[in-house]
């Protein structure tokens, strides 16, 4: 049983390290972070598991390896716990952030479990545990009892990675839709494949070649490391396949740098080999023959002149990062919102409460005001945020102590390449935020790395063969453990069912929106996303009867379906109280059915106050609660939110055109006509200003004018009823009947069986009848 347990630990440490790169499933509504999350704590949980239980139950001993990291590892993981016990947002500080779910507890956990599996498990070579003497002394060297060698992980690692490299060759140059296009009309492959960013690593091309950046820096290291190793210490003295391969994954990696261009990746690479370079002349690594620094060198200088050219333009879609200094700027918005936040942050996984709190306005000046970006531009001004200095103080010191010892120990050859990775891990995480592949291959390389130091290394051991007592309560723990793992893996089977429901729901309409939904729900009742989303289906199926005429109106599901939404919408408040999205969400549902419900609109008003607390600089909030002050008859609160609103973004449309029918609502009619055309002016192609321009012309005894705006709102959106209407009406205010009647037979096409519409026609064509006759 004990070679069974070895098996476990070993073999799934061999998959999970070939298929995290590769792995994905189409079936939730994150594809690719979310699969992988499920793969690693999977074979993680099993492995430690088994790795336990091996010692605990068979070995009657606890042993295993220390490492001066170790306690700062252990620290950070804690400061994290800290953090995520006193998060803003609890649920996503355990699980991650709904779509992203890499920056949770859960992951965290899962990436230091597999760094001491790492580092207890592996071994510069590997070994036979029975090989191992019991007496072995504590200064016994790391790879005493390994079940996995340094250098197979690494290979099985680049073997996964060169099928990443085929698979986005195959993505960009769509052989994947030009297949799925052939065998069964574009449906034969997952929607999501006939993507030209299609790649298993990460959803978008750049964080692709973050990775391959960080996987080029690790082949040259191996390359430099063969070169100066003699025959017996080659990476695989048998074949010369792997050299071959090695340089080919070179090529191809360099090749997907170069398509797609992006330029914080030529920065992790060129940054990390001029450190490279710079350490191996100050150390004299490459005396003997300093011309092997020549593959570097290359490098360096294909990346400095990429940097500022781009040779190649297939414009591929790009990814929206957050830029450099707002990351920063809002990551120490978060770390210094208070004494608690200065600490431990806003929770891990927190992110997005960070931004919507702490986002520039200027950032409502560019196109991308209205992305809520839950991921910063740089991983260490995201830990900053989430889990305060302590924090990232933590994380420093876990990234200054490797740094140190490796320092000393890099003429090390085993250690050279790993301890490029990590360096070029390192500056990845100061210019990109961080992913499961690369969370992942950070924690493996410093695993790897730890235990190519050999001589830092300790071994302890705890033997309780002649204390059955202990053994006895050891063995409990650890089935307690077992079943504590197992009802993990049930809870999430139910989880990724629901989400799988939840993915389905998006992609139908209806009562079977609804059903998929309910189901989601009721698989996972701690889900915030999944209950804002059923509110809003809620909200929709009750509209929709509203729409019907009153005598088919069926009054009771009406009722029941805008209790419902309420219910959900206030549900998902109550989870995840710090969302402004679900505070928005609720103040949408009570603004629309403000008519029908008493106090609807001042909870609507509450809703969007608490909405603006969370997001201080969102026009679209300010507008909203002033719409809903409208509605209550405050004009003077609604002016004042417009204005706010126009404050915190100088174009926003929909403040302005509110702004300005509150002008014509107080008789101001130039000043409301003033502020739409200065709004056209600057946006032409508003199709709600310029029909409320045109309205306003119209009210204002200029006629052609009004004719002119609704023409052009009629080119923008043919469909356009109410313009349609509107000109009907100003056609025939001029006379023009003929024309009128057009227009007005265009509405009652667009809307069947309208009677006011209806009505007209016959006034208008009676008319013509009369002047006829």
Known sequence: MSNVLNKIVKYSIYVLVFLLPLFWLPFTF???????????????????????????????????????????????????????IFSVDKISSL???????????ISLFSLVMLYFLITNNVGVRRTTPKSTPRSAPNNAEASSSALISVNSLISLFLYSVGVVVVISYLSIFRVWQTLGAVWNSGTFWPAVMMQKTFNPVAG???????????????????????????????????????????????????????IVDFTMA???????????????????????NVNRLLIPIFLIIIAAVLIPFKPVN?????????SQPTSWQVGLGGATESVKAGFLGSGIGTFHYDFTKHKPIGINESWLWQIRFDRAGSHLAEILGTMGFLGILAYLSIIGMFLLISYFLVANRMLLPLFMVFTALVVAQFVYYQNLTLAFSFWLMLGMAVVSWQKPIREKVISFKNFPELSLVLSTIVIILGIAILVFYYFGANFYLADVSYSQGLQVFGSKRVEKLEKAVSMNSYSSRYRAALSRSYLYEALQELQNPEAE????????????????????????PKSVQNWENLGVIYREIGGAVQGA?????????????????????????????????????????????????????????QEALLSEKEGVLEEAIAKLEGLLTENPLNVEARFQLGRLYFNNNQTDKAIEQFQQVIILVPNHSNAHYSLGVAYSAQGQTQKAIEEFEKVLELNPGNQDVVRKLENLRAATEEEGE
Not at 60 to 71: G, M, N, T, V
Request: hydrophobic share 50%; proline share 2%.
């Open 601 to 657: 609109t001042d909870w609507g008003i509450k809703s969007f106050e608490k909405a603006i607390a969370l997001e201080p600089a969102n026009p679209v909030l300010y507008t909203e609660l002033g719409k809903l002050y409208l509605v209550k008859g405050d004009n003077k609160k609604a002016k004042e939110y417009f204005q706010k609103a126009i404050e915190k973004k100088s174009n926003y449309s929909d403040a302005i055109i």
């Open 553 to 576: 109106r069926d009054s009771k599901m009406i009722k029941n379906r805008v209790a419902n939404a309420i219910a959900q919408a206030r549900k998902a408040v109550e989870l995840q």
């Open 314 to 322: 297939l414009e591929l879609p790009r990814e929206q990062v957050l």
């Open 266 to 288: 030529w920065v992790v690479l060129l940054a990390t080999l001029v450190l490279f370079v710079g350490l191996s002349l100050w150390k004299r690594l490459f005396k003997e």
């Open 204 to 258: 978008s091309l750049e964080g692709l070649t973050i990775f391959l950046a960080v996987i080029v820096v690790l082949l040259t290291g191996i390359l430099l490391k063969s070169k100066i190793q003699n025959s017996n210490d080659k990476l695989n003295p048998n074949s010369k396949f792997q050299t071959i391969f090695y340089w080919m994954l070179l090529a191809g990696s360099l090749g997907l740098l170069v």
């Open 30 to 84: 994150e594809i690719f972070e979310f699969s992988k999350l499920y793969l690693l704590f999977f074979l993680v949980s099993l492995a430690f598991f088994a790795w336990l239980a091996k010692m605990v139950i068979y070995d009657k001993e606890l042993r295993f390896r220390c490492s001066p990291l170790d306690y700062f590892v252990l620290g950070f993981l804690g400061v994290a716990v800290l953090s995520a």
């Open 95 to 105: 699980f991650g952030f709904y779509g992203r779910f890499s920056n949770g507890i």
